[in-house]
């Protein structure tokens, strides 16, 4: 079957965010003074093929554990949703 | 009242996606032959105060169109939800 995952790729909680500081004093610069906490991550989107929903959920995990996240500093979430059926 | 704002950011459908296109390649070598259809974008965070929902969605979406996403070759989405009263 065909599927497609949305991949959410943040870092830790403990983890500096520089990229989310810049932000946000940009954000606060133009205006919007009461912005905070702002976190910068990868959203990601992919299709692939499995035998069922456990499988493609297996399959997610495993690359983004394996090359879409780095573990020490990071943290992921997915959605997996089943398209239909295989493509011809 | 305090909102929580989650946004995805993507390249438009019709933008060649350059980090896709490495992301999937790199998958395939590790053995990921069926994913296809890699689309990297940004996903952010962020809090805000407003005084309804509508306010806050509203703000949210006027940062999306000025600063978080660039309208030529990028859409975005968000959700907002309301966290508690405002922070004393």
């Known amino acids: 079957m065909h599927y497609k995952a949305t991949i959410r790729v943040t870092l830790r909680p403990s983890v500096l965010d520089p990229a989310g500081v ?25 299709e692939l093929e499995a035998d069922n929903d456990a499988e493609a959920r297996h399959q997610v995990d495993r690359l983004c554990d394996q090359m879409l996240a780095n573990p020490v500093i990071e943290v992921y979430k997915f959605e997996v949703v089943a398209l239909e059926a295989a493509r011809r």
């Open 22 to 46: 810049a932000v946000r004093s940009g954000l606060q610069q133009l205006g919007y003074a009461s912005v905070a906490n702002v976190r910068i991550g990868k959203y990601i989107e992919l």
